[in-house]
């Protein structure tokens, strides 16, 4: 569903991937490990779009994004490809409510269809009582919910994660590795996730072990 093929990237003269050849299955969780400098981060990038690679071909369900002019690149990746950072990157003006919605409407969906669905997977991540709070307002663990539910609204062929538990205490760590988890077997969402965290990474359906540019195993 998700296919590079020969991705390279360099920064300079430093050549940070070297050639990534990967393969994600739909409704797969798939983790990416490796030490830092590894080029965990820029694979996840490019697999977004938000970077080009220098050579090489990133399919995602039959489709070469990197192919597109870039105003349907942007509506491709807004529509396929849901983002969970560190930092949950919440805009900080708008309730939780508003932070998932704004996705779709990004995408022109009605603002009617757009705010139910919205309501629909805040009260699947236990959410109802806080769509009106601000991230302010809202726990390490809330907002990192609310992020995951932004992720979701457009129902995206796949999320993209970086680091997503790396600011998280243990209660919330936990709680949302178990919601990844929910979510596949809920609504069949697949996962690549560039973690740390090596119980995350026990949990996934695969481990794909990144070293200088390179995948190892």
């Given at each position: ?7 390279t ?32 981060t820029?694979?996840?990038?490019i697999?977004?779009t ?15 994004p990197?192919k ?19 930092f ?19 995408a ?6 757009t705010?139910k669905?919205?309501?629909g997977?805040?009260?699947?991540l ?14 390490g ?21 970086d ?6 205490d ?33 949990l996934?359906?695969?481990i ?10």
């Amino acid at each position: 569903m998700v296919e590079t093929k020969g991705i390279t990237r360099s920064f300079a003269s430093l050549q940070v991937l070297k050639g990534i050849d990967l393969s994600i299955n739909e409704g797969e969780i798939v983790a990416v490990v490796g030490p830092s400098g590894a080029g965990k981060t820029t694979l996840l990038q490019i697999m977004g779009t938000l970077d080009r690679p220098d050579s090489g071909t990133l399919s995602i369900k039959g489709i070469e994004p990197f192919k597109l002019p870039e105003k349907e690149r942007a509506a491709f990746r807004n529509r396929h490809i849901g983002f969970v950072f560190q930092f949950h990157q919440l805009l900080p003006e708008f309730t939780a409510l508003e932070n998932v919605m704004i996705p779709a409407l990004i995408a022109r969906r009605s603002y009617e269809e757009t705010e139910k669905k919205a309501k629909g997977l805040l009260d699947f991540l236990h959410l109802t009582e806080r769509i009106k709070h601000k991230p302010s307002e809202l726990s390490g663990g809330e907002k990192q919910r609310v992020a995951v539910a932004r992720a979701l609204i457009n129902s995206p062929s796949v999320i993209l994660a970086d680091e997503p538990s790396g600011s998280l205490d243990t209660k919330n760590k936990d709680e949302l590795h178990a919601l990844f988890f929910d979510l596949r077997r809920e609504m069949g969402q697949t996962f690549v996730i560039v973690t740390h965290d090596e119980q995350l990474a026990m949990l996934a359906d695969r481990i794909i072990h990144m070293k200088d540019g390179i995948i190892t195993t």
